[in-house]
């Protein structure tokens, strides 16, 4: 089995599991299925020779992003009964919504595809490997590094400050 | 790949899969001896001489008992939490490098299923996802004492993470590398890790305490609150598995301490030695140093009382990660000094 076919089924899983995500009713199969589609992601990442990535990526969504919406959806106990009934701006507002949306994205890819056949050229780069990634990380990139760092302390305080300000109404 | 290379693999991934699960079995056995011991009793001995065939009595009689599935519960998600428990537990295994290159046959065996350059990251991985098994499986038994199990547990185990990979952290900025290959290579001879991070080791045993759901932290399942906990309504070989893969990553987590702290299959010494004796020998020290850490668990368990939830958080999040960034910080400064960066 060559590379390319491993490429396509795994392409074609990814964006199954992704769509299913969509369509599945019930909210805790949405997220487990969620779940799925990062590790088939992370299968990706390793693939193209990104396993730094590819580990981080599992850690952090699949671990533990994922298991504090579990957690949320498991305490609300969300039936198709209680789903609110939408009405019908609303739903062709959300259409027209992720219309836009995919039209961006499908112009995003046009100019990804020549960087895709790039990348594939140097399949043996080794920038996903990690000693190159913190290199490139610290070197290059460290301006953007360094500030998403602030944004993270940013919204921890936020959480914090939200959760504190609901102790002081009930006491 | 060669033939000849697929084939050893095959071989060392089998032995692997038996040594566990052999292991795990007989954890079983020996934490009941070890209970009896400490309670002043004399623990299974029925089943062959001194009890040693308790084991596959118990996993006899877990087969032969009814497969039942609840009418409430989601039925796939029912069977699934059991399997993805045992598999997350059983995957971690296959990174641990068991000792040096053992020479058969004229060919170099490796005795570690697959050397990968982020092999820490990779069982930090497994166990963040470990939590699954235990959230799919106690929410789809449809039973709230389930749920509760589920859900302390999976809090629990991602307060403790954080503590865990600040630890791991240190350890890697001591060695320099993410493989767990190279760390054990760092800490040559008697030059453990213990002896430069005491306090990284002893939050990092703390939190595998946490991590593998054992006493005095198995709050998930509290049979004082909350009857069984997250496998309430299980039965059979489900019950079986989800049993059977808390003393499965009971065994991988003991062998990742001896990697990361206690030198893995070095030994004081060891350089008198070489070739085969040396990887046997390496052997012999791996699994001497994992089988302490398996007893140091028992003798944890049946001698400290189970704590109180909020305990348990106030201790995960307002101890042990502040201690652990500080010490991360420290050892980042002596490295800083040692490599002369302020002078």
């Known amino acids: ?171 | 790949m060669e033939i000849s290379e697929l084939i050893e693999k095959l071989a060392l991934i089998v032995a692997l899969f038996g040594v566990t699960l052999g292991i795990a079995a007989y954890a079983t056995y020996f934490e009941r001896k070890v209970a009896a011991w400490f309670q002043d009793r004399i623990g299974p001995d029925r089943a062959g001489p001194f009890g040693i065939l308790q084991p596959l009595a118990d996993g006899g009689k877990l087969f032969f008992k009814e497969d039942f599935i609840p009418a409430a519960a989601e039925k796939w998600l029912f069977i699934m939490g059991p399997g993805i428990a045992m598999f997350t537990a059983l995957m971690t295994g296959s990174v641990i490098p068991w000792s040096t290159d053992l020479v058969l046959f004229g060919q170099t065996v490796a005795l570690q299923v697959a050397d990968i350059n982020i092999g820490i990251l990779f069982i930090m991985g497994f166990l963040s996802i470990g939590v699954y098994g235990i959230m799919i499986g106690g929410w789809a038994s449809n039973n709230k004492f389930s749920l509760y199990g589920a859900i302390r547990a999976s809090s629990q185990m991602i307060s403790y993470e954080l503590a865990m990979g600040i630890c791991v952290i240190t350890i890697v900025m001591m060695s320099g590398s993410l493989s767990l290959r190279d760390i054990v290579n760092a800490q040559h001879g008697m030059n453990w890790n213990v002896f430069y991070q005491p306090l990284a080791f002893v939050i990092f045993f703390i939190c595998s305490l946490a991590e593998t759901n054992r006493a005095p932290f198995d709050l998930a399942e509290c049979e004082s609150e909350l009857i069984g906990g997250y496998h309430t309504e299980y039965g059979s070989m489900k019950m079986g598995f989800y049993l059977f893969a808390e003393y499965v990553s009971l065994f991988t987590s003991s062998a990742v301490i001896s990697v990361l702290f206690f030198g893995g299959f070095n030994f004081p010494g060891m350089d008198n030695f070489d070739g085969n004796t040396l990887a046997i020998l390496g052997i012999v020290a791996m699994f001497t140093k994992t089988f302490f850490f398996i007893f140091v668990f028992f003798w944890i368990r049946w001698t400290i009382p189970r704590f109180r939830f909020d305990q348990l958080m106030h201790l995960g999040w307002k101890s042990l990660i502040p201690i652990s960034i500080i010490n991360m910080l420290i050892t980042g400064l002596v490295i800083a000094f040692n490599e002369g960066w302020f002078k």
């Open chain 1, 1 to 171: 089995m060559s590379l390319e076919t491993i490429t396509t089924i795994l392409g074609g899983l990814t964006i199954g599991a992704a769509l299913m995500v969509v369509i599945s009713r019930h909210p805790v199969r949405s997220v487990l299925y969620l779940v799925l589609t990062f590790f088939l992601i992370s299968s990706n990442y390793i693939l193209m020779n990104a396993q730094f990535l590819a580990v981080v990526n599992i850690i952090v969504y699949a671990g533990a992003i994922m298991v504090l919406f579990l957690f949320v959806l498991m305490l609300l106990n969300l039936d198709k009964d209680s789903e609110p009934k939408t009405h019908i701006l609303v739903k062709i507002a959300s259409v027209v919504a992720g219309g836009i949306l995919f039209t961006v994205l499908i112009a995003a890819l046009k100019d990804g595809i020549a960087l895709g056949e790039a990348a594939a050229a140097s399949a043996q780069n080794n920038e996903g490997l990690v000693q190159n990634l913190g290199q490139l990380l610290f070197s290059k990139y460290v301006l953007p590094f360094e500030v998403s760092s602030v944004l993270f302390i940013a919204s921890m305080v936020g959480a914090v400050l939200l959760a504190k300000r609901e102790k002081q109404v009930i006491d």
